[in-house]
């Protein structure tokens, strides 16, 4: 279980980064040149990179992953509300918050080093 719980908000967070990634493949869409689509490319993974480098110190200190990912569902809601459907908010901000709580999770299971049978 430890194990498990250990790498599941990793994983999770890793799908999550590629799934927000696909969303800058639209910068090659139009009419502009391949380097103005490169570019553009490039600019619309920054969220990729905020996310990467999160994981990254997530990766060791857990409280930061639980902390970082819920703020930033938070700020994607406040961001975005009312210019999509409900279910735009649950899947994007759905998913950090269930990673956050993951975080949170192990975190505190490591911090109290309690029995598997209690968690």
Same mark, same amino acid.
């Given at each position: 279980?430890?194990?498990?719980? *250990? +790498?599941?908000?990793?994983?999770?967070?890793?799908?999550?980064?590629? @799934?927000? =990634?696909?969303?800058?493949?639209?910068?090659?869409?139009?009419?502009?040149?391949?380097?103005?689509?490169?570019?553009?490319?490039?600019?619309?993974?920054?969220?990729?990179?905020?996310?990467?480098?999160?994981?990254?110190? =997530?990766?060791? +200190?857990?409280?930061?992953?639980?902390?970082?990912?819920?703020?930033?569902?938070?700020?994607?809601?406040? +961001?975005?509300?009312?210019?999509?459907?409900?279910?735009?908010?649950?899947?994007?901000?759905?998913?950090? @918050?269930?990673?956050?709580?993951?975080? *949170?999770?192990? +975190?505190?299971?490591?911090?109290?080093?309690?029995?598997?049978?209690?968690?």
């Amino acid at each position: 279980m430890n194990k498990i719980l *250990f +790498w599941l908000p990793r994983i999770l967070m890793i799908l999550f980064i590629l @799934f927000i =990634s696909l969303f800058a493949l639209d910068s090659f869409d139009g009419d502009e040149s391949l380097m103005r689509k490169i570019g553009g490319f490039l600019i619309h993974l920054i969220p990729t990179y905020i996310l990467i480098i999160l994981l990254v110190v =997530s990766w060791k +200190w857990e409280w930061i992953g639980g902390i970082a990912f819920f703020l930033l569902g938070i700020f994607y809601i406040v +961001w975005v509300w009312g210019k999509f459907p409900l279910s735009v908010y649950f899947g994007i901000s759905g998913p950090l @918050f269930v990673i956050s709580a993951l975080f *949170f999770v192990n +975190w505190f299971r490591r911090k109290k080093n309690l029995p598997e049978a209690m968690a």
